[in-house]
């Protein structure tokens, strides 16, 4: 069969079972692992009337923000914040990363959000950033193609290349700051960058000719190689939680449902390779695991494409 080369980040699994959101699970060891920006472009454009409102909603928002931060009110800037990440995944809710499936993670979700929002808007070196991202979109020079007006090619890279540069800065700095330790469990640092890429790309695609669009996919890693996979042996079966049949490839310990965002786990022991005793699968299968009686490491899932 033919499939799109995505690799689990965490055991190197391919995904084999087809999927419907942009999010990517892995069906060997039920890691949240990667994003298909083709179906999140899907997604967006699903529904005109909800992205226009969504898009002028928005824009009300972000005004109301706007007015609190030249107050220097942090309260109601954070306030405007969890309202606008509350309605943006409400508004697309394929977007909600499928690791938050409680009411619980989500509420703590949309905190984080918030609260990183309002840090990085408060923030000096954060402003001078969004100032320098401001000056180049100014900067940004327009052609005529074919009667439609696109983004010169060299201005829009600079800009693009700024934005890239700085949003993998964000990145590394968040995910390093202990206050948001829950993030690597809710949305790993891999998966979130190119969450925001991606939200970049699709405000920029209408935008730029043929060959500037192109590049920026394959700039951002969105132009995914396709390669044959032979169908691997597995069985059928029902969903543990609203009985869905899924499909469960031969090596798998973790599988996930997108008829109801939950994953069903598959084996509940393995015996060492070195020296036969058993022991309990944990809750991420991914990594290696140190075998409870002689200590050596196993590696319940073999990497498909390397590493």
């Known amino acids: ?28 060891c039920g890691s949240f692992t990667d994003i298909d920006f083709a179906v999140g472009m899907e997604k967006w454009n699903e529904s005109a009337p909800a992205t226009i409102n969504y898009q002028f909603q928005k824009m009300a928002l972000m005004s109301r923000a706007q007015m609190t931060l030249a107050a220097g009110d942090q309260r109601g ?8 990440w509350d309605f943006y995944y409400r508004s697309f809710p394929a ?3 499928p690791s938050i499936d409680t009411d619980l993670k989500y509420a703590i979700y949309l905190e984080i ?23 180049l979109q100014s900067e940004l020079r327009y052609l005529n193609d074919n009667g439609q007006m ?5 201005t829009f890279f600079r800009l693009a290349e700024y934005f890239v540069s700085i949003t993998r800065e964000g990145m590394q700095s968040f995910y390093r700051d202990p206050k948001y330790a829950r993030m690597h469990e809710l949305l790993p640092e891999l998966v979130h960058f190119k969450m925001k890429t991606s939200m970049f790309a699709q405000a920029w695609l209408p935008y730029l000719r043929t060959d500037d669009a192109d590049r920026l996919l394959k700039m951002l890693g ?6 044959e996979l ?7 079966i029902a969903c543990s939680h609203c009985k869905h049949q899924l499909f469960a490839p031969d090596g798998s310990y973790r599988v996930f449902c997108e008829n109801c965002r939950k994953t069903t786990p598959l084996r509940s022991q393995f015996f060492c390779m070195s020296c036969g005793s058993p022991n309990e699968v944990p809750e991420n299968p991914a990594k ?6 002689c200590g050596i490491a196993n590696r319940l899932i073999q990497p498909q494409f390397g590493w």
């Open 1 to 28: 069969m033919r499939i799109k080369k995505f690799r689990c980040i965490q055991c190197g699994g391919p995904k084999v079972n087809p999927y419907t959101m942009p999010y990517i699970m892995c069906d060997f």
């Open 77 to 84: 800037y954070f306030a405007i914040q969890r309202e606008y």
């Open 95 to 97: 977007y909600l990363p």
């Open 113 to 135: 959000c918030a609260v990183s929002s309002t840090e990085t808007a408060f923030d000096s070196k954060w402003q001078q950033y969004g100032a320098r991202q401001q000056q």
């Open 150 to 154: 696109k983004a010169e090619t060299e």
């Open 222 to 227: 969105f132009s995914n190689e396709y390669v």
């Open 230 to 236: 032979e169908q691997p042996a597995g069985k059928i």
């Open 288 to 293: 290696p695991i140190d075998c409870g009686n």
